[in-house]
């Protein structure tokens, strides 16, 4: 204790420093834009506000009890919740959420992006401590240019990459001990932490640290080669452990079919030479969507004494080619397209490029750390010469650089680069020539690298802010208590499994915050067998799936999934929907024909040909062979700024002239009575971007993006036979190429009856989290078709012994019943949860043997010393 009250006494203000000063510098950018706990605008930008701030409330949910932590009905029909948590979520800091109501989630995760920042400073400052012999001042300095490094503050919105940024400098110091000690404790639980909370991130920092281990073996090879078979023993340790986690998330990524990108490039597209120059300089800021340059910047004064560790003859020439190799290593992954891709999973990044770029930027910190350990009076002319050759080649970057690639150089830039070069020069001449003054240079010292720390966070997150644009509150609550208030409402009428889904929701995440079961869900962990079979059915999940949107099918699948609600500002125009409350904006409409989770069929359902699309799967079910869609055609009434081109079945729309004037036609169709119609506007299953749509009726108008949501576009339900005009209006594109339209009919009648005949077959389920359970009596033996998507941790017992599932189209649950009385279980845990546990367990006790032996054996060995 009393060792520990001395460490505070020496060390406090230096780890308070690395603590808060990052987070007040963030806190006075965002300030400065109007950000800050309770204000108008928020830290929610790109995915922050799309993703993240849904999928923190759901796990706030979970922390109180209201889910499953296991599986979570919440989007896309149902999902295996851990897979999604362990990329998304998982964090020590994301706990956080539990003091905050989900309506205070933007401020909650204000104070965990503060939180991890800080955290940042502190663990590189544990790491200088007890790396170098150099004065508190320079271990702060370096610890806030850690914290506050380029890739932090561009890459801020994405909160689930931070936490690799906190345990690196663990790691590094948790390897050193390794080697020098053989004490694998600190490395073990930094590693392990690390796994479980974002694989992702996680392999990028773990082959990293094992070829900056093998790096650092190699730079005396006699003292550390005793130390290989520690590191890797706790290493393999550490990762089995974390198959807790990491095994379910590997075996889900596998089963939903995730490939990886092939490579058709050697030389990775759209950089330039001086991408790691320019990028070097403060408050530069290009992009953080398609093209950008890495984000490396980590500060002046470290890159001055990086640059010396290789210049300075103090340094051995063996050591300056093994660490600047592993940094060549680095910047060539950036310009080398497979070894980019590599560093990221083989998968190209959606924006957010080079998310390794981190690392080149924390070697940079640990080699200036070495450097500045080595730096004597007598270097000043060294380093003066590294300040002059560093203007010249920011000089030679203006100069010579392409402006077009280039663009976001500004002026301010530049002349503050080389003013801060001059003025660290400046005060190191007049600390180390004029001992009298050397306090004084080093607290003016601290105050400049914080100076530039600021400008550089501030410059970048207004570069956000243009590029992104921070989110108003009022984005987020406007309508969240109108929202929270139907669904709990629809919640409190039902005491059995339903469906809802807003038709004017704030994201495609929403129903993850307000806990409600729906379908559209936006996220990089997905059942993509699901997906693409909805897809097939209507809704819009295109290419690798990462989106599947509810918005623009028809009610025939509204009842088959049921979806028992509706959302909407205005009546959505769909039979069988009737309003049954309202609060604020917002209406909730009830759907009566919504189906159950199950229903009864027999292994005819199987074949594709009965379950390849909507009419096939509803006939089969409902075993009514007439037909309850059928096509009619469109006819032109008039269009305006608009040329029309068909092709075999497709239509090419295009403007008639370059003016601001959108495109729109307008049709006539005639609806027979008691139809729901639908406006087909295909784009196909490829089509990446084709602009914007507003179809509109009278009293009834529709739009969406075409190329991101479903193909039927309501135009009402008429009770009467009628003729409609139909306009369509496209905007954002000059040409837009789809399917040749034409309007579906559904018939309500016929519709009706199959519901009917399904709804005597129907079986209810009891759904408690990750556990669903029926009673069901057949006279035969059935099969139970099922909406649960398909998943291998799925398990079925009936009347208590395991049966096989098989599924539909690899998709949705089915179960074959025999005749009789019999109770239905299904039962859910991630598959390689259970190995993962066993996994953990013997990992966790072989290594608390292996610490205990490593222990008894440097004691030993330290007493042998004192001898």
């Given at each position: ?264 490039t050697l030389f990775t597209r759209d950089l330039g030479m001086w991408d790691f120059i320019v990028k ?502 059935q099969v139970i078709f099922t909406t649960i998507p398909y998943d291998q941790g799925w398990q079925a ?71």
């Amino acid at each position: 204790m009393q060792q520990w009250k001395l460490f505070i006494k020496r060390n406090g203000w230096a780890i308070a420093f690395s603590f808060f000063m990052p987070m007040i510098i963030m806190a006075v950018g965002y300030y400065k834009l109007g950000i800050y706990p309770t204000s108008d605008r928020t830290v929610l930008a790109s995915d922050g506000f799309g993703q993240l701030i849904n999928f923190y409330s759901g796990f706030n949910n979970v922390l109180h009890g209201k889910q499953s932590f296991f599986y979570t009905w919440t989007g896309s029909l149902g999902l295996n919740f851990v897979s999604l948590m362990s990329y998304y979520v998982n964090s020590l800091f994301s706990f956080l959420v539990f003091f905050f109501d989900n309506i205070h989630m933007p401020d909650a995760m204000y104070m965990i992006l503060l939180t991890k920042i800080g955290t940042m400073g502190v663990t590189f400052w544990v790491y200088a401590h007890n790396t170098y012999r150099l004065p508190q001042w320079t271990k702060v300095a370096l610890s806030l240019c850690y914290a506050l490094m380029g890739f932090t503050i561009a890459y801020s919105v994405m909160l689930m990459w931070m936490d690799a940024l906190i345990y690196l400098p663990l790691v590094l110091l948790g390897i050193q001990r390794v080697m020098e000690k053989k004490r694998p404790v600190l490395l073990f639980i930094v590693y392990f932490l690390l796994f479980v909370t974002n694989y992702y991130m996680a392999f990028m920092v773990g082959f990293f640290s094992f070829l900056y281990f093998l790096v650092s073996v190699l730079t005396d090879w006699k003292r550390y080669k005793c130390s290989i078979i520690p590191y890797f023993t706790t290493s393999l340790l550490a990762g089995g452990a974390s198959m807790l986690i990491i095994l379910p998330s590997i075996i889900d990524l596998k089963m939903n079919g995730e490939k990886t990108d092939t490579i058709n490039t050697l030389f990775t597209r759209d950089l330039g030479m001086w991408d790691f120059i320019v990028k070097s300089m403060p408050g530069v800021y290009d992009t953080s969507k398609y093209g950008s340059a890495p984000f490396i910047y980590v500060g002046l004064f470290p890159l001055l004494f990086f640059i010396f560790y290789f210049v300075s003859k103090k340094i051995s020439l063996k050591n300056k080619l093994l660490y600047g190799s592993l940094v060549l290593f680095l910047i060539a992954s950036v310009y080398i397209q497979p070894l980019n891709l590599f560093w990221q999973g083989l998968h190209s990044p959606n924006m957010f490029l080079f998310r390794f770029s981190f690392l080149y930027s924390a070697l940079l910190l640990v080699l200036a750390g070495r450097g500045l350990e080595k730096f004597e009076k007598k270097d000043l002319n060294i380093l003066g010469n590294i300040a002059l050759a560093l203007i010249g080649i920011f000089v030679l970057a203006m100069i010579i650089s392409n402006k077009k690639r280039y663009w976001y150089i500004t002026q301010e830039s530049i002349i503050l680069t080389f003013v801060l070069l001059l003025i660290y020069l400046f005060l190191f001449i007049a600390k180390n020539k004029h001992n009298k003054f050397a306090k004084v240079c080093s607290v003016l010292l601290l105050a400049v690298v914080c100076g530039e720390a600021f400008f550089n966070t501030n410059q970048m997150i207004r570069g956000i802010d243009q590029e992104w644009g921070y989110k108003y509150r009022e984005q987020y609550t406007k309508s969240y208590k109108d929202i929270e208030a139907l669904v709990n409402k629809s919640k409190n009428a039902n005491d059995s499994f339903y469906r809802l889904e807003n038709m004017d929701a704030i994201s495609r995440t929403d129903s993850f915050n307000y806990d409600y079961s729906g379908i559209t869900m936006f996220s990089s962990i997905r059942n993509r067998h699901s997906s693409q079979y909805l897809s097939q059915l209507g809704y819009r999940s295109p290419g690798t799936n990462l989106t599947i949107m509810y918005q623009n099918n028809t009610i025939l699948m509204d009842d088959l999934l049921g979806v028992k609600y509706n959302l909407a500002k205005k009546d959505p125009k769909k039979y069988g929907f009737k309003k049954i409350a309202t609060q604020g904006e917002y209406s909730l409409y009830e759907n009566k024909a919504a189906l159950p989770l199950g229903m009864l069929t027999d292994k005819g359902i199987y074949e594709e040909k009965n379950n390849n699309n909507q009419t096939s799967l509803i006939q089969y079910l409902s075993e009514i062979k007439e037909p309850i869609f059928q096509y009619t055609g469109l006819n032109e009434v008039s269009r305006n700024n608009m040329h029309i081109r068909e092709v075999g079945e497709a239509t090419y729309f295009s403007e008639e002239s370059n003016t601001d004037e959108a495109q729109s036609i307008t049709w006539e169709v005639s609806v027979p009575e008691a139809t729901q119609a639908y406006l087909k506007l295909d784009v196909g299953e490829l089509a990446n971007d084709m602009g914007n749509v507003k179809v509109s009726v009278p009293g009834h108008e529709v739009s969406s993006s075409l190329a991101q949501t479903g193909a039927y576009y309501n135009i009402g339900y008429y009770e009467k036979a009628a003729k409609v005009k139909v306009t369509a209006t496209f905007t954002g594109k000059s040409v837009v190429a789809m399917i040749r339209p034409s309007v579906l009919i559904l018939k309500t009648k016929s519709l009706d009856q199959a519901i009917e005949k399904i709804k005597k077959k129907e079986v209810s389920f009891k759904v408690k989290g990750n556990h669903v359970q029926t009673a069901i009596s057949t006279k035969k033996e059935q099969v139970i078709f099922t909406t649960i998507p398909y998943d291998q941790g799925w398990q079925a017992k009936i009347d208590g012994r395991t049966v096989k599932i098989e599924a539909v189209q690899d998709a949705l649950i089915a179960i074959k019943v025999p005749k009789g009385e019999h109770t239905i279980q299904l039962t859910y845990y991630p598959k390689g949860m259970k190995l993962g546990a066993i996994l953990f367990a013997i990992c966790l006790l072989f290594f608390s043997l292996y610490a205990y032996y490593c222990q008894k054996k440097y004691h030993v060995q330290e007493k042998e010393k004192s001898k």
